[in-house]
Each structure stands twice: as C-alpha cells, then as structure tokens.
C-alpha cells in the first residue's frame, strides 16, 4: 500500500505542470561563465576548508572565513547567531526572502582519502582528542554556497528580493538549526518565504534529484549506561559485567527490527559507539554505549523506542544488574519538501540539467537538522547532488563494493564538477522563487 501511495505521489509531481518567470536558456550560460571565471577561488576556499576542519559549536575559523567571503561581496553579515552561527543579507529591491542554507562543522573521524589537501585537524570530542574530518562533504556545500551568492550577484538585474545566506553551526550534532532558531534567527532578521538547501552524496558529480514530501530520515540519538560491578578478569564470578550486557543489547535489539517491526516499514537501530574498560584483565563497572534510530514513520517510532526500553531492561535483569540508564532524544525530524516549491524547481533544473535531473525514487535514510527551518513554518526544499567521479564509481562496481559515500573516511567529492554544477542548481533554484524586477 506505501509502495502504490508512492507511486501516485510521483506520478501526480511528474505530470504536474507548474508555472515559472526564469528564462533559463539565458540565465544558464551566464551563470556557468561567471562561475568558471572564479572557480579557482571556489576551489581554493574548498580545499582550504577541508584541509582545516572544525567540530560543532567549535567552527570559529570556518566562520570567519565564510563571514569575509560574504563581507566581500557586500552581504551584511552577522556573526555568532546560534553559537558559531552566521547570517548574512543582501537585499535587492522589493520581494520574497529567500533562505539558502549551509553547515559548517565536520565529523570525528579520521580521513584516509590520501588527498594533498586530507585533513590532518584534531579536536576535542566527548572529553577526548579526535581526528577531524569533512566526510559529510559540507566542505563542498560551503563553496557551493559562496558560488551561488556570488553567481546571485552577477544576476541581480534578473530577480529581486532578499537573500538570506546562513552558516549553520553543529549539524552533525542535530543542535545547529535550533541554536539559530532559538537565538532569534527570525525574529532578528525576519522569517525567510522560502529556504533551499542542498546535500552532495556518492552519485555521479553533476546528477541532481528532488523529491516532494519525506525525503529523509526521522534520526534519534541513543544513549544507554549498563551498570554492573567491578572485578578482576580472572574472577569473573565476582562481578556484574557490564560488558556482557552491552554485548547481548547489541544483538538482541536487532529483533525488534527483524521481529516487531513491519518488514515493509523503515526503521533502523544503530549502535555506533561503546566505550568500557581501560584493560583487558578488569571487568569494568559500567559500559556506555551510544546509537541511532531512524524513521520514517511515527508508529514505527515509538515502537523501536519501546523495543529498546525493554531490551536494554531485560539484559539487565538476566545479569542481576540495576536497570540501565537509557536517554533517547536530539531528534532531527524528517525533511518534509514543500510539494509547489519543489515542482517549481523540478522544471528549470530540468532545462539546465536534462535528463541529470530526476525525481528521487525514495526517501533518503541519513537525517539532518535543516528540518527544522521547515517545521517553523518555511516552505522549502534540499537537493541532492552527486559528487563523485564516474570513474570511481565505475571502479568500485567492478571491484564488487559500494564506492566510498558520506561518513566513509575515504569519501572523496570531485571538487570541479561538483561545486560548478550545485552553484548552478542553487543559483537557477533561488533565482527561479523570485520575480524578475
């Protein structure tokens, strides 16, 4: 039934027939000269990013460098909003506010890509010294987004409005958009008409997609403390071993999945990090373990949520050990497009793009935080982008593995094709939600 549902619901986007002003068969050329023209900035300012790195909350120097690059082309430009946030303006005469999002922070890991430029960065994460890595490729969604303000500029005869450029800190930690939002975002600068933002992944560099409706994951953090008793390693009789219980949690929620879950329904339970121990002749007091549950749907939710509670309790009581801690929250809620706005921009991507633009066939199962610009009452849309060499795909596919995609430490956007064909998307995709003054 979700499948057919589905199938109507693309059918319907595709047969739709909405109206536009843009000329894209003029605008598209001119964008693509201008930005060619200043690419080897684009690229510098990529690589320089990803060379250095920052983790949430922490992006000063991302920051700052990005607040120069739009102080340069004229925006004004406000710093610390939501932290390590920025917000930068540009108005051009009368008409909608169009927001156009980036992030700024990095993962906690380490990059194994062998790029000239691979980051070396270290900083602290959870009380401890990490490596740093742009995995997520928002390096690349913040040259793209420099690109598009400036490709704006060199356009500003053919729209008119307000430009609305935020710097988003900390959404790999799901707390960015709210930090803006709850330091005022809207009511300082006002509420934006539309927001627009875009996320590159392991397709082909230069493929765009689009999708009204869900287009991501419902995402939750998972954190569960399993208490136990401290012994030697010899004398495991001696003790409640945390260890074990962290163990049977991990295999046994994985029923709840397979057993208590509609096959046909998306759910995932991940558990991502455990931490116990400092040797392996101790039997710890405690084992931390930290995950993620993501969604689609609301009943699906609270399912996994109870399957969890009763599973982390249960291995517990098998041991004879206190009940767990268990902490579920800093929800990013599913991206939920705006059905007109993504019509409207499904029809100039594909005069520019031809047939590199699509409609996605499903939801995506990674989550973020720009959801929450879209639940404050935005209409407003994400792109995917594709970001990687052909070549590397194609590379992959004969070796029999998935080439290297976001999270991956070998994840690796072709800089040129990917920043040149999501300025273009992103410039065509504002341009297009404001009239031509």
Not at 94 to 117: F, H, Q, S
Not at 232 to 238: A, T, V
Request: net charge negative; aromatic share 6%; with cysteine.
């Amino acid at each position: 039934m979700i499948r057919i549902a589905a199938a109507v619901s693309a059918l319907a986007f595709a047969l739709a027939t909405p109206t536009w002003a843009l000329d894209v068969a003029a605008a598209k050329p001119k964008i693509e000269a201008g930005v060619a023209a200043d690419y080897a900035h684009l690229d510098a300012l990529y690589k320089d990013i990803h060379a250095h790195p920052e983790l949430g909350f922490q992006e000063a120097r991302t920051a700052a460098k990005l607040a120069a690059e739009m102080k340069a082309l004229g925006f004004q430009v406000t710093e610390h909003v939501g932290k390590t946030g920025i917000v930068a303006i540009y108005k051009n005469g009368p008409g909608p506010t169009i927001l156009v999002r980036t992030e700024l922070d990095a993962l906690p890991m380490e990059e194994k890509t062998g790029l000239p430029y691979a980051s070396v960065a270290k900083q602290t994460w959870n009380s401890r010294e990490t490596f740093v890595d742009h995995s997520c490729g928002h390096d690349a969604h913040m040259a793209i987004w420099v690109g598009t303000a400036k490709a704006l500029l060199g356009q500003k005869s053919q729209w008119s409005g307000t430009l609305m450029f935020i710097g988003q800190p900390a959404e790999e930690m799901v707390a960015g958009a709210k930090a803006m939002l709850d330091d005022g975002l809207f009511t300082r600068f006002g509420k934006p008409a539309y927001a627009l933002a875009l996320h590159v992944g392991p397709g082909p560099a230069g493929v765009v997609e689009y999708r009204p409706g869900a287009s991501t994951s419902t995402a939750d953090t998972l954190e569960i403390v399993f208490a136990g008793r401290g012994a030697h390693g010899s004398r495991p009789n001696l003790s409640i071993d945390p260890v074990v219980e962290a163990a049977r949690f991990i295999q046994d929620v994985q029923a709840v999945i397979s057993r208590e879950k509609d096959p046909w329904a998306f759910g995932v339970i991940t558990v991502g990090g455990v931490q116990a121990g400092s040797a392996g002749n101790i039997i710890p007091d405690s084992a931390l373990l930290r995950g993620t549950i993501r969604t689609y749907d609301e009943g699906v939710r609270q399912k996994l949520f109870d399957g969890i509670r009763r599973t982390a309790n249960g291995v517990a009581a098998m041991s004879g050990a206190p009940a767990p801690k268990i902490t579920i929250g800093d929800t990013a809620w599913s991206i939920v497009n705006d059905a007109d706005v993504t019509s409207r921009t499904a029809v100039v991507l594909k005069q520019a793009f031809g047939d590199k633009a699509g409609l996605s066939p499903t939801p995506g199962t990674a989550s973020e935080d720009f959801s929450e610009f879209l639940r404050a009452g935005v209409p407003g849309l994400q792109l995917g982008m594709g970001a990687l060499d052909p070549a590397v795909i194609a590379a992959a596919e004969k070796a029999g593995v998935p080439a290297p995609g976001n999270h991956n430490p070998g994840f690796a956007p072709t800089p040129e094709p990917t920043i040149k064909a999501g300025v273009l998307a992103m410039t065509l995709a504002v341009m297009n939600l404001m009239p031509v003054s």
